[in-house]
């Protein structure tokens, strides 16, 4: 069971009531059995629902990453948010890894340029 601290709980509860597809009003449809029944994430610190996170929590990428994967997160190298690496090699959050990768690749071309260009004076006839 996974257990949230103070900040974690408000973020949990503000998701459940925007984008829980099963809330209705506070309640819970998947626990509704005739009566209304309270949502679960809204009134504990522990994340207990399977549909909130499977659907909701994956909207929120750094919140889950400090939720669901403690062990395997790492911090951005450009903005220092934390994400989940899709391999070991992983560096950048996929905000910054775009845009890193533009910066390298116009960086790699214009060395590769540079060292072509460099040697024209010299080139055999």
């Known amino acids: ?17 925007a984008a829980c597809a099963n809330n209705d009003c506070g309640n819970c449809l998947l626990l509704d059995d005739g009566e209304p029944c309270v ?35 790492k911090r951005c190298a450009v903005c220092g948010a934390a994400f989940v690496p899709k391999s ?9 890894a775009g845009r890193m990768k533009k ?10 340029r540079q060292r072509c260009h460099a040697l024209e004076p010299f080139k055999p006839a």
């Open 39 to 73: 949502c679960v994430q809204s009134i504990s610190f522990s994340l207990m629902c399977h549909w909130f996170r499977v659907a909701v929590l994956p909207l929120d990428g750094e919140l889950a990453a400090a939720l669901l994967c403690r062990g395997s997160r």
């Open 103 to 112: 910066i390298k690749a116009a960086e790699r071309k214009r060395k590769q």
């Open 88 to 96: 070991n090699r992983g560096k950048y959050c996929p905000d910054c």
């Open 1 to 17: 069971m996974i257990r949230l601290d103070e900040k974690q709980y408000r973020a949990v509860k503000k998701m459940t009531r």
